[in-house]
């Protein structure tokens, strides 16, 4: 690690994220990846909800070793632990599994049972973005999988970009591409995917949240099904 990547302060942070938005607007995922991994070196992660493992994937092949955070909320299904343990086992990454402070019973027995069915922004920010907001406090920037296609409040999303309530570039290196590229990123490189895509689900998170998509539907229709949310906050 550099001196420059220990001791940056939030506005030169802040002047990289906006620079390089602009410069990386039409760079290749790989590109941007590789920009990121040479500017933060090891203060550099990569942020994976185990849906698929492209942009760890991307990652690993600008940096190997790299970082790979995973939010275990106690809620995922069984086949997102599964492709957790997998992606862990044959590529060049170093997973580092995050969980909340409390346990389900734990937050069951302070908050009452079924908090997600009741208040889901509360079990979101206790389950998810606190514990994701206490394990980037080591890391200067951080990669998401968000694309611009996956729904109306992801269409503004920047390859490289200022995140303000962390303080942290927030690289979002696939922003500009489809599913079919992802699709065809996956059979080109033989990436792990949950397998719950086979299943009707598009957009996969905790198991009491999430259900499969339907005809005509956007990605994330699933994700919360009947209720006015459409993000879980890791990413307003």
Not at 202 to 218: F, K, M, N, Q, Y
Request: proline residues 3%; charged residues 30%; aromatic residues 6%.
């Amino acid at each position: 690690m550099t001196t420059a990547q220990q001791e940056r302060t939030s506005d030169e942070l802040r002047t990289l994220a906006e620079q390089a938005g602009r410069e990386l607007e039409s760079a290749s995922a790989l590109q941007i990846l590789q920009w990121a991994a040479d500017t933060f070196g090891r203060r550099f992660c990569v942020t994976s909800s185990m849906e698929d493992a492209v942009v760890a994937h991307l990652a690993s092949r600008a940096m190997k070793g790299v970082d790979v955070v995973f939010l275990d909320t106690g809620y995922h299904f069984p086949e997102t632990i599964g492709t957790r343990d997998a992606v862990e086992a044959v590529m060049d990454v170093n997973v580092i599994t995050l969980t909340p402070r409390r346990s389900v019973a734990e937050q069951d027995a302070e908050y009452g049972p079924r908090l997600h069915d009741r208040d889901p922004d509360l079990c979101c920010r206790l389950r998810k973005v606190q514990p994701l907001e206490e394990g980037l406090k080591g890391y200067q920037a951080w990669a998401t999988g968000l694309r611009r296609d996956e729904s109306t409040s992801r269409a503004n999303t920047l390859v490289v970009g200022w995140d303000e309530k962390r303080q942290k570039v927030k690289v979002s290196p696939i922003a500009r591409w489809t599913q079919d590229d992802v699709d065809a990123y996956v059979a080109e490189h033989g990436v792990l995917t949950n397998p719950l895509l086979m299943d009707g689900y598009a957009s996969i998170g905790c198991a009491p949240c999430t259900r499969r998509v339907l005809a005509g539907e956007d990605a994330r229709a699933g994700r919360w099904a009947g209720r006015a949310k459409t993000e879980c906050g890791l990413h307003e």
